[in-house]
């Protein structure tokens, strides 16, 4: 594999912010310290904390969280030696004011994530970023939603107001090899800063796509243990990890240490299989955002219709994360519509 940077590959975890969205927004402190304090002896770079919707997220229409995320923040911050604490901020349901609180507590690093084609509302938050001495990083979401001209655009814009990296984020695990690459060598080609990419696994294709994407030289990696996160997980770490290790690049975090931890310590936090079910795979196939799927199931279930009905729907929709309340709407307007058919 050639790589197209002189920059080190750096990873960050996001079992912990990702895998949010699996445990209903429900990890304690113990667990957040047990799985921090083997992820940072197993040498991971980065650890992302904080509601699966970033900071803020703990509302009715995003999940209430069972355990205040400053606390969780805190005491992973307390438990690492070497890596960094990491957050998720989305203007709209994030302040400047939870970014300062982050900040304080010790989070040394933010992605700040907007839809594809809003990256004009990340201004203030990458700036403040800057300004409190944190790495600040910009996050387009859903990216397999518009054309790479677009997505150019867009970065170029997040470059120009401090982001130090910019990821092609595939929310809906919905852009397959090829699409990925052409979309980190355009940025690559544009921007100045680093490339990043985070990858969901509802088409199967995490890993080949992270390892297109690090071809093509982006060097931010977004990984989760036992593929813990929203949808069918994202990239898994540990299987990432081999691979890149079988093709001779060391990025100095220990492949056995992250087995056993995915093994013994986050396996066992993980309420179901991670594994692509029909959820998921409507997921990638509709190109729908990953953290809907749990809403989505729920409101199949109250409203008497197919989830993946609301999925489709809400795909030719092109629904994008924050329009949850959405969700409850689509479903009442199939089961209205079938009951019409009867």
């Known amino acids: 594999m050639a790589i197209n940077s002189g920059k080190p590959i750096l990873v960050t975890e996001v079992c912990l912010r990702d895998g949010s969205h699996v445990v209903a927004h429900q990890f304690t402190v113990d667990q957040v310290r047990n799985v921090t304090r083997a992820l940072d002896d197993a040498g991971m770079h980065y650890i992302e904390v904080s509601h699966g919707d970033g900071l803020g997220g703990s509302t009715l229409q995003y999940g209430k969280s069972l355990v205040d995320e400053m606390t969780l923040i805190e005491a992973a911050v307390d438990e690492c030696e070497n890596a960094k604490v990491a957050v998720l901020l989305i203007p709209g349901i994030g302040t400047i004011n939870e970014l300062k609180q982050a900040s304080d507590l010790g989070a040394r690093l933010v992605r700040i994530a907007t839809h594809a084609t809003e990256a004009n509302v990340s201004a203030q938050h990458i700036n403040k970023a800057r300004e409190l001495g944190m790495e600040s990083l910009g996050f387009l979401m859903m990216a397999h939603s518009v054309p790479v001209e677009k997505l150019v655009e867009q970065a170029k814009l997040m470059e120009s107001y401090g982001a130090e990296a910019v990821y092609v984020t595939d929310s809906a695990g919905s852009l397959l090899p090829h699409e990925v690459r ?13 490339v990043g990419f985070h990858a969901h696994n509802n088409l199967s294709v995490a890993v080949a796509n992270t390892l297109v994407a690090i071809e093509e030289g982006a060097t931010r990696i977004d990984g989760s243990v036992r593929c813990l996160g929203a949808g069918a997980g994202n990239t898994q770490t540990e299987v990432l990890i081999a691979a890149l290790d079988r093709m001779n690049i060391n990025l100095g975090i220990d492949l056995y240490k992250m087995m056993d931890l995915a093994e013994d310590i986050v396996g066992p936090l993980i309420p179901g299989s991670q594994e692509i079910r029909k959820g998921s795979l409507v997921l990638g196939y509709a190109g729908v955002y990953s953290s809907f799927l749990l809403h989505a199931e729920r409101a199949g279930a109250r409203f008497g219709v197919d989830p993946r009905d609301i999925l489709i729907e809400l795909g030719k929709m092109k629904a994008v994360g924050g ?11 199939i089961a209205k519509r079938d009951k019409v058919r009867v």
């Open 182 to 194: 052409e979309r980190i060598k355009a940025l690559r080609n544009s921007l100045d800063i680093e």
């Open 323 to 333: 329009q949850e309340d959405m969700i409850l709407d689509v479903a009442a307007e």
